[in-house]
Structure formats: structure tokens, C-alpha cells
């Protein structure tokens, strides 16, 4: 059967759209920020969007109406509404391996129906929901006692990529509306340090690991998980305390109970949910856990949200598409490699890590759905800080460099910690960081300052260096929602019109592969043959 997904297309650049637009690109590439507002002075209230709380100021691009239009029309010939609405339809659109990409479904409300091979998924989807909600409140309130009677007070989440970013991105996010004597940790890397560190002040008895593993396999989660299991029992001493400090949130239930979990711990989530797409799944179990169901179900509450505005909005007015199209003419018209996340909130702090992953992981492809090479650049490299840090270390380059570097300031209308002018002062700088940007300091201003002549070519700021504001007014738990859900829609965007599957990660798999053997070749078990680099540096390693 043809489905959107698999149906023939016309390659991207034979698209008219595309040629269009590399036609327009040569009248905009040397036109000015400067010289585009005055030429259209009400672009900064008119090149707006918002949706509910969430406003997006796109107007200090380097763009016209004109390549919005085309732009535009790049997303319906690409056949992005036909798209969209597989995905959401539970059509197998992750091509490669053969799956329904079901994110939105993790958040449909009660009584909403998505079916996936003719079964509604929804109901399962608040199952699990409930399970995890009755078990939170056992732990928050300490109606959950540990093996010695004595009740939870830290957390640990051993998992990693998906199972591990979004949690702790959350985490950090929405810590204002956290139990504070319930305290959290995150353990992802194989090396032994990560796990030592994370408990190395813990007390067994008070300590709840959550193994957090999609298969249940991953190398490095299931190590730690029995570093974990030993740790525990070393203090605890007995084989049944596994069910009190152990839950599991994974796909796979056999291998859970063979781990000594008991599968009534463990909460469930399905293949149509991507590692990296599926921190509003069972796998924000820690964040629930940190926050309370209630406000965990308004963070789904906001994600949905968001879902339906990039499914019902006006292209012209959605906010995730128009992001999405932006990227794609920086990317494959200016030739501009990366993008800089700038989030202006400290609890944000981990928010341009997870969305390295959300994007990269899935838009960093080479081929077509029809396994042709693309022909042209497909994923930005995401980077990023918090602000105003970041201002006071790689600014400079994306400023006064050499290179292009379109970025993403988010900002909040109102803080969460009131304090002093802090809010005023971090919000000027948002602002003033946008606008120092677009519009630069000629080499006129900086002569009028006084400067001496041999240094304003030092002083000169070139400008025409394009952002997105992204003003939400405060960071809740529905506003995050809002915010993430915006980022994977926006991913969608891209990866439809650079006709990639987004969903797949089949480039993490080769590295895993090899470990395997490397670990018996390391550990003298196996004697593989490797290239003479690779053999020196086990040889090396090997020495005792
Ligand atoms: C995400 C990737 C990857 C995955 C991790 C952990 O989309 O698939 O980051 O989340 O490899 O996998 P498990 O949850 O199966 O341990």
C-alpha cells in the first residue's frame, strides 16, 4: 500500500518552490537587516505569531513577505499537511523501521481516539498514567516505605539519550514546582564515575532507583543498573529488597522481571514512541515523581496544546512550521551550519542539551525515504547556554565572527524568583543581544563615539546576524509542555521537506556494535581484528 510516507516524490530540489527560492536568495543575500526594517518598518509587530502564552517574534530575519510566500509554498509542495496528518493518524511514517510515530498520542486526552494497526492506543496511554500517578503519591507522601520501613527521599534515574534527557532537562525545568525533600539524581554515562558520584553521600534505605530503558539492553543503563542492584544490596542485604528500591519503566517485561523487578513496578510505554520523544511517556516517571501527577498531566496538558496548533493552525501562523521553514532557508540556502539555543532562564539550563538530541538525532540523515543520497544539507548542529553566561564567553563569535549563526532567545515575561532587578536586568539583555544582532554598529557609529581610527574596524559590529525571540510569559509546567512540543513539531517541519526519516537513528548503532567486541578484546576473551590504530590503542589500554 502507498502511504505518504512511502508515495514517490519529487526530489526536493526539482521542487518549483526550491528553485524559486534559490533564485530570491540571491537578491536577499546581500540586502541589510538595517535596510529590510526601514524598507518595512512595522515588521516587528507584523512578522509576529503567538499562540496562548507563547509569542515568537520572527521579524529580524533576513527575509522578505516574498520569501515567506515561497516558503510556504515549500511546505505544501512538499506535502507537509499530508504528513502532519499521517503522523498523527498512527500511519507507520518511520519507514525504516516499519513503526507509527505516536508522541502526540502520549498526551491526546482521555476519550480522544489514535489508532495504530486498528487499535485505540489512548486508553492504554491513561493506564499507565494512573499507575504512575498512585505511584508518585505512595512516594511523595512516604506512604512508600523502603525495606527498613523508613520512606524515599532521593531518586536516582539510571538511563540514558531518551531515557535520560528529557527527564533531567525536565527536572532542572520545573524544579520551582518540585517536593523539595525529595531529591534527584541522574545517572547516564558507563563510566563508573557517573554512578559513584551520584551516590556516593546515599543511603540504600532511602534511595529509589528507576531503571529507565525503552529495551532494557542498553549497555551502559543496564550496567549501572546492576552496580545499582549491588550497591543496594551490599547495604541491604537481602534479595527482596529489590522490590522496594527498584522500579522499572521499559518496553520490555521479560527482561525487567529477569532483572528482579517487579513487573507490578513497572511502567510501560510502547515502540511507537521514540527514545528521544518520550519524556511525557512513562519515562518522565522522575519527573512526575519530582513534580506531582497534577502538574505532570498540565505539562500534557501543554504539549497537546501545542499538537493541535501545528495541526490545525494556518501554516502562516504555526508557530512550529514557521521555525521549521526558517531553519531550512539558513540551512540550505545561506549555508549556515548551526544553530545557537539561547534559553534566558537558568532552569532551562539543560534545555539546549536535550534539544541537541531532539534535533540532531533525528534530522542528522543522509539519504531520502527511497534510500538516495539527499544532495543537500539536512540537520543544524543545535548548540547552546543559558543566557547571559553565554554572553560573556562564545557571543564574540556568533557577534564579530566569521561565520553565520542563526539563534534562538527564549525568554520569560515573568520570573519565578523575583528578586531584586534581576528579571529586568536579564530581560534587557535578551532584548539588547537581538538588537545589537540584526543591526550592528557601522563603522560611522563607532568613529562618532571618539574611537582612535586604527581601532574601529575592531569595533565595528557587522549586524545582519538573524534570531527568533521566543517570549513565553512564565515558565509553568504547561508552558514547558508548550515549548518542547513546539522544537518536535518544528523537527517534523524540517525533516519532511528534506524527505528524511526522522525517527530512526540507525547511526548509533554502529558504534554500539563495535564496543561489544572491543570489551572482549579488552578484556582478553577475544582477539579481533581491528585497523593498526585501533589495535596500538587496545594494546595500551591493556597494560595492567
Ligand atoms: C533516542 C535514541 C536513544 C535511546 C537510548 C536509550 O531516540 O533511540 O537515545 O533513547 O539509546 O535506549 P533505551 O531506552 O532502550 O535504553
Known amino acids: 500500500m502507498s502511504t505518504v ?8 530540489t526539482q521542487l518549483p518552490a526550491w528553485k524559486a527560492l534559490q533564485a530570491h536568495y540571491e537578491a536577499i543575500a546581500p540586502q541589510h537587516l538595517r535596510e ?3 524598507q518595512d518598518p512595522e515588521r516587528g509587530t507584523r512578522l509576529t505569531a503567538s499562540f496562548e502564552d507563547i509569542y515568537l517574534d520572527y521579524s529580524k530575519h533576513r527575509i522578505t513577505d516574498e520569501t515567506l510566500k515561497l516558503l510556504f509554498e515549500l511546505a505544501e509542495q512538499s506535502g507537509l499537511a499530508e504528513h502532519r496528518e499521517a503522523m498523527f493518524s498512527g500511519e507507520k511514517i518511520n519507514t525504516t523501521e516499519g513503526r507509527a510515530v505516536l508522541h502526540v498520542a502520549l498526551r491526546a486526552p482521555k476519550g480522544e481516539v489514535i489508532q495504530v494497526d486498528g487499535k ?23 506512604a512508600w516505605k ?3 520501613g523508613k520512606r524515599i527521599k532521593t531518586v536516582v534515574n539510571i538511563g540514558i539519550g531518551g531515557s535520560d534527557l528529557g527527564p533531567v532537562m525536565a527536572y532542572e525545568a520545573l524544579k520551582h514546582y518540585s517536593q523539595r525533600d ?4 541522574f545517572v547516564s554515562n558507563i563510566d ?3 554512578f559513584a558520584e551520584a551516590t556516593e553521600d546515599l543511603q540504600a534505605d532511602e534511595t529509589l532507583f528507576i531503571i529507565s530503558s525503552k529495551t532494557f539492553t542498553t549497555l551502559e543503563t543496564m550496567t549501572n543498573a ?42 510501560g510505554f510502547w515502540d511507537w514512541v521514540g527514545g528521544r520523544y518520550s519524556m511525557d511517556s512513562a519515562i518522565g516517571l522522575s519527573t512526575m515523581l519530582a513534580v506531582g501527577p497534577e502538574n505532570f498531566r498540565k505539562l500534557l496538558a501543554g504539549f497537546h496544546s501545542m499538537d493541535q496548533h501545528f495541526r490545525t493552525a494556518p501554516l502562516q501562523q504555526n508557530l512550529p512550521v514557521i521555525m521549521g521553514l526558517l531553519g531550512v532557508w539558513y540551512n540550505n540556502f545561506f549555508g549556515a551550519q548551526t544553530v545557537a539555543v539561547l534559553p534566558y532562564d537558568q532552569y532551562l539550563k539543560r534545555f539546549p542539551a536535550y534539544l541537541q538530541q531532539l534535533t540532531m538525532e533525528s534530522n542528522g540523515k543522509h539519504v531520502t525515504l527511497d534510500g538516495a543520497e539527499v544532495g543537500y544539507q539536512t540537520g543544524q548542529i543545535f548548540w547552546g547556554e543559558p543566557g547571559t553566561n553565554g554572553q560573556h564567553s562564545f557571543y564574540q563569535l556568533i557577534h564579530q565572527g566569521t561565520k553565520l549563526i542563526p539563534a534562538d532567545l527564549i525568554g520569560f515575561v515573568e520570573t519565578l524568583n523575583p528578586l531584586g532587578n534581576h528579571h529586568t536586568y536579564l530581560m534587557a539583555n535578551v532584548f539588547a543581544q537581538a538588537e545589537a544582532l540584526a543591526f550592528g554598529k557601522t563603522a560611522e557609529e563607532v568613529k562618532a563615539e571618539g574611537t582612535k581610527p586604527e581601532l574601529v574596524a ?7 546576524r538573524p534570531t527568533n525571540t521566543i517570549l513565553v510569559d512564565k515558565l509553568t509546567p504547561e508552558a514547558l509542555g508548550k515549548l518542547v512540543a513546539l522544537y518536535e513539531h518544528m523537527v517534523f517541519t524540517q525533516g519532511v521537506i528534506w524527505q528524511i526519516d526522522s525517527f530512526d537513528q540507525w547511526g548509533v548503532e554502529l558504534g554500539k556494535k563495535l564496543a561489544v567486541q572491543i570489551i572482549g578484546d579488552l578484556d582478553g576473551s577475544q582477539h579481533n581484528k581491528h585497523d593498526s590504530s585501533t589495535t596500538a590503542l587496545i594494546a595500551r589500554a591493556s597494560k595492567k
Not at 458 to 464: A, C, D, K, L, S
Request: aromatic share 8%; hydrophobic share 40%; no cysteine.
Open 458 to 464: 575592531h569595533r565595528v559590529f557587522e549586524g545582519n
Open 182 to 185: 525529595l531529591h534527584f539524581r
Open 36 to 38: 529590510i526594517f526601514k
Open 192 to 194: 563508573g564515575t557517573d
Open 226 to 267: 546492576h552496580t545499582a542492584r549491588e550497591w543496594a544490596l551490599k547495604q541491604l542485604g537481602d534479595d527482596k529488597a529489590v522490590a522496594k528500591h527498584f522500579v522499572a519503566v521499559s518496553t520490555n517485561a521479560g527482561e525487567v522481571s529477569k532483572f528482579g523487578i517487579d513487573t507490578a513496578n513497572m511502567f
Open 120 to 142: 485505540d492506543v489512548v486508553p492504554e496511554v491513561h493506564e499507565v498514567l494512573d499507575h504512575m500517578s498512585e505511584f508518585s503519591d505512595r512516594v511523595r507522601s512516604g
Open 146 to 148: 523502603g525495606h527498613t
Open 5 to 12: 510516507a512511502t508515495a514517490v516524490k519529487t526530489p526536493l
